[in-house]
């Protein structure tokens, strides 16, 4: 039903789309220079997807490039942030000590990261300048989402567990963790997402052709031919709603208890 | 007369929290009791007394919680040794349901067994399943908590502690939450696992018809601050292995019932 009336909603947005792009360009009642037609921007697919020295493989290849990125980037997040995160949901003294982290990551614009981060990570190359700061952006919005997702284990569980003999890292590792697991994992889940809608900036930013991604296809397409965004930038959009439902069922899979 | 130390005991016991704040208040003052080691007998203590008598508090402080260790005052003894902290030999049952959810009712009743190291690995299982059974869970050992009724939760709770064999079990108003005949039914197995495992309960309820059925002592406390103020043993009606519901209709039950009932208003005017 829900799924019934969002498709509803996508149809009515494609079809006043249409309605105020219909006719020829002079006679719209948007202007193509505003908005082009869903007729153009259908035709300029080819323009996007043929190998060109502008998007050198396509934009095929470019949706691979960002993809593995967000996934890299993700990765090095995950590792960092959730021993980090268990940790300071876990132990008072390590949570004051890092908790300038999360008033950075309340508060300290991400933009200003990606000029700084490409300073900072030069000497890498190009790729892992786009890595690293995909990172920082995964880590600084996951890093209180997870210290919640500990802090909000009932101390009830604790207490029981203690009663059974658990003390200690098998208390964080038995206990905190698999039950802090599922709210762990949506914060991960959230998080790519997040980061998939940084490429846009990180890719943006000190862009070249070769490595560029669907980020940079997006920025390139807006200074040469706007009518080049719109395929990328759905791309983006539908890429991140895609890879949101395949990793909800991933979640689904790994804490089924939650569900039944 | 055994030289045996005692079970628990409190000496002079005071619990104050939020010490230096403005929401300051005392829990429990002036605790002074002891609970004998019987031979080869546990008792069971239930607690009565209005909300916020330190009922839970002093379950708390037996338990040895965060917080709670060392008590602002006075000393809390566990066979003649201060409480330092949790441990199993002291299993603790709450109101809310604590089995945990990322367990099958096998493993949260293996997880004891597991922490303690105790028994051979391949044992343990055998060890689990005996008290699953005993609780009346046979056949449920795979599920989740999320799939189990009040009931089967603190059943799982229950055999989840008895597995370790704990010489005091503490039952923080373990009832409460359950419909009418669930509650009877978990008083009736309540006595029962007792008699075979013969540890010391301290049972935490605001039921009166619950506390006459159960204890071998009953409790009763005052409040502002908590304080021990009353216990009755004598006046209690013998115990015939009976269900509760036949148990209360015996006259000896309802005068027992009465006269807790009088002590607990005269106490708590």
Request: glycine share 8%.
């Amino acid at each position: 039903m829900a799924l019934g009336l969002g498709a509803v909603y996508v149809l009515l947005i494609l079809f006043a789309w249409w309605f105020v792009t219909r006719g020829a360009p002079e006679d719209r009642i948007v202007s193509p220079v505003l908005i082009p037609s869903p007729g153009e921007v259908m035709e300029s697919i080819p323009a996007l997807t043929k190998d060109s020295l502008r998007f050198p493989g396509g934009i095929q290849r470019h949706l691979g490039i960002s993809l593995v990125r967000v996934l890299k980037s993700t990765t090095i997040a995950v590792i960092l942030v959730v021993p980090l995160g268990l940790l300071m949901g876990a132990y008072g003294p390590i949570r004051a000590f890092f908790e300038p982290l999360n008033i950075i990551a309340g508060y300290l614009p991400l933009i200003i990261i990606v000029p700084l981060s490409f300073v900072w990570f030069a000497p890498l190359g190009g790729d892992w300048q786009k890595v690293l700061f995909l990172a920082i952006a995964s880590f600084v919005y996951m890093l209180p989402l997870i210290v919640k997702a500990v802090d909000e284990v009932d101390e009830m569980f604790l207490n029981t567990a203690m009663t059974l003999g658990a003390k200690g890292p098998g208390l964080v590792l038995k206990v905190l963790f698999p039950i802090a697991a599922p709210d762990i994992y949506t914060a991960i889940r959230l998080s790519f997402g997040v980061a998939w809608t940084w490429i846009l900036v990180a890719e943006g930013l000190a862009a070249d052709p070769d490595t560029g991604g669907l980020g940079y296809v997006f920025n390139a397409a807006y200074r040469f031919d706007k009518v080049l965004m719109y395929v990328p930038a759905f791309i983006i959009l539908a890429v991140g709603f895609v890879a949101d439902r395949i990793l909800e069922r991933i979640g689904r899979a790994l804490f089924p208890y939650r569900y039944l | 007369m055994s030289t045996r130390p005692n079970v628990v005991e409190f000496k002079n016991v005071r619990q104050i929290f939020n010490i230096g704040t403005p929401r300051e208040y005392m829990a429990v003052t002036d605790l002074n009791f002891a609970v004998e080691d019987l031979e080869k007998k546990g008792e069971l203590i239930t607690m009565l007394g209005p909300s916020g008598c330190g009922k839970s508090t002093i379950l708390n402080l037996i338990a040895g919680f965060r917080g709670y260790v060392p008590p602002t005052q006075g000393e809390v003894l566990v066979f003649g040794k201060p409480v330092t902290g949790p441990g199993p030999d002291r299993g603790m049952v709450f109101q809310k349901y604590s089995s945990f959810p990322h367990l099958t009712v096998l493993d949260n009743v293996k997880f004891g067994l597991n922490a303690c190291n105790r028994g051979k690995p391949e044992n343990r299982t055998d060890m689990a399943m005996q008290w699953i059974k005993k609780v009346g869970l046979g056949g449920h050992e795979n599920k989740y908590p999320r799939q189990l009724s009040g009931g089967q939760q603190q059943r799982v709770a229950l055999a989840r502690s008895l597995v370790l064999a704990p010489r005091i079990i503490l039952m923080d108003e373990p009832f409460s939450a359950l419909d009418e005949p669930t509650r009877i039914e978990m008083q009736r197995l309540t006595v029962e696992l007792w008699h075979e495992v013969e540890a010391t309960v301290f049972l935490v309820t605001h039921s009166i018809a619950e506390a006459v059925y159960l204890a071998d002592r009953v409790w009763i406390f005052a409040s502002n601050p908590g304080r021990l103020e009353v216990e009755i043993t004598d006046a209690l009606p013998p115990k015939r292995g009976e269900d509760p519901l036949s148990a209360q209709e015996h006259s000896d039950f309802k005068e027992a019932v009465q006269l807790v009932t009088h002590e607990f208003q005269r106490v708590n005017p």
